[in-house]
């Protein structure tokens, strides 16, 4: 596979880890991803972490 969409992302495999690049503009590489499963658990970490800065937690 050479690609694959996540939410608002794609991750691409690159010989070391993998790239996300969001339909923002914004990219990371991960490089300790082994797999698109890592990467998904690091979005969805990320977005987590956002919405509880943001307010959107637990309330």
Not at 2 to 12: A, M, R, V, Y
Request: aromatic content about 10%.
């Amino acid at each position: 596979m050479l690609s694959k969409s996540h939410q608002n992302c794609i991750i691409i495999p690159q010989e070391r880890g993998f790239l996300i690049q969001f339909f923002s503009g914004a990219k990371v590489l991960i490089k300790d991803a082994k797999s698109f499963a890592d990467c998904q658990k690091w979005i969805d970490r990320q977005l987590t972490h956002l919405a509880i800065e943001k307010g959107f937690g637990n309330q």
